[in-house]
């Protein structure tokens, strides 16, 4: 299957599940509460007729626009904006008992908001039977390694003062025990700054907002863990296996010099292709000195654009998979679930006080291509994938724009304090002016993708 169509088909299969949740959510709490339903579609706009099937008192279609979804549920009122995204209603007589005014505010409300409902159930669901299969990843490190200067954003360029050996013991007053505890802080802990707790030494202060993610996230990216050089991959008929390195040596040092750390590691060898190198490893025999001639890499450069030789080794994972109980993986699922969610919100607040560049926005380019690299990489990537966008349809369908469910839900907590219906000449007007807002973003969507494709 050709790079593009791939792409397409990951699309569909990740917009057409977790569409299909979504209004499933809508049309069960629907058929729950009586209400009559004229139409499930896939897709937005008039049914495809050949698409079409009745069975009952519902259509089930997929429309022209395959963008989102839809219920029609039957109604008194039936404004402009509404036909253009859902089409004509059947001329079918509807009970008046069955429309959806006619059912009070608070079961209306519960089938408003039961699509975004089912959208994170689906997520809690997928987060909580991988980590139930998987286990927790825990890499037990607290020891900084090195801090990647390159990209270093200016309000973490204190992050230099950290020198390799360095140990973080807390963030913004909350205690540190793995490296993932370390980025997840950096990355989500609230507040208008990152403190660092170094032990033995003064705290490192970075004035981040937590809205400002990017800045958040090239922070946590600069600091790398100290990874012992102990071997934990090695190449089949590679220069370090010819040489006579095996799986749980340790490299000593290079041309005699030493290597604390895996980074000295590749900075000893990445340099010198073709070049005969002296290495010293230690085993459980003692220490030994090994001659190799590291090759070529056919896939990466240096900086510079010179070559980087290679010997085929790998440095041994320190992260561990620890198993966790069902009601474990369970409160977990519910934990990524609203860490995700945390981090939509903080997403929209941030463009909208100019903390977050609106370049961000990705729009179905962007999706497709994260669906095709994950599902390349195996399912349970691809169903972490799904389950990520599941809690971003969830959470920006709840944004109060009257063409969303956060913005019909609006509508009706105002009748609720109003105790009478808001007017259908304002409920239009303010739904078109939600389909503008809506349009707008799928424009700028659109563009931000066109311009990544194009480099821009």
Known sequence: MSGVLFTIVSLLIVLGVLVFIHEAGHFIAAKVAGIHVHRFSLGIG?????????????????????????????????DSATSALEGQASAKAVAPDRVFEAKPVWVRMIVILAGVTMNALFAWFIF?????????????????????????????????????????????DQNVSSWDDIQRLIQRSIGDSVTLAIEGKLPVVLPIHHDAL?????????????LVPVIGQLTADGPAARAGIALGDT???????????WYQVIEGIAPHPSDTLRIEVGRSSGRTTLVMVPTESTTDTLDDGGPRGMVG????????????TLAQAIGGGASTTLDWSTQIVRSVRGMLFGRVSRREVGGPILIGQLAAQTA?????????????????????NLLPIPILDGGQFLF???????????????RERLTMVG??????????????????????
Do not use: C, H
């Open 313 to 324: 080794i790998g440095v041994e994972n320190p992260t561990r998979r620890d198993p966790v």
């Open 128 to 172: 909580s039977a991988l980590l139930y299969r998987n286990g927790k990843a825990v890499t037990p490190v607290t020891v900084v390694g090195m801090v990647v200067e390159d990209g270093l954003p200016d309000e973490a360029s204190a992050l230099r003062s950290i020198v390799p050996g360095d140990r973080i013991v807390g963030i913004n």
């Open 435 to 456: 389909l503008v807002l809506i349009l707008g973003l799928m424009v700028l969507a659109f563009s931000n993708d066109i311009m990544r494709v194009l480099g821009l």
């Open 251 to 261: 490299i000593v040092a290079i041309d005699s010099v030493p290597t604390p750390q």
């Open 376 to 396: 390349r990489a195996g399912l349970e990537p691809f169903l972490a994938f799904m389950a990520v966008i599941s809690v971003n349809l969830a959470v920006l």
């Open 46 to 78: 008039s049914p495809i007729r050949w698409l079409t099937i009745v069975r009952g008192e519902t259509e089930y279609s997929i429309s022209w626009l395959p963008l989102g979804g839809y219920v029609k549920m039957a109604s008194r009122e039936e």
């Open 412 to 426: 009706l907590l105002g009748e609720a304090v109003l105790r009478r219906p808001l007017s259908l000449k304002l």
């Open 214 to 226: 990017e800045g958040r996230l090239r922070a946590a990216q600069a600091l790398q863990p100290f």
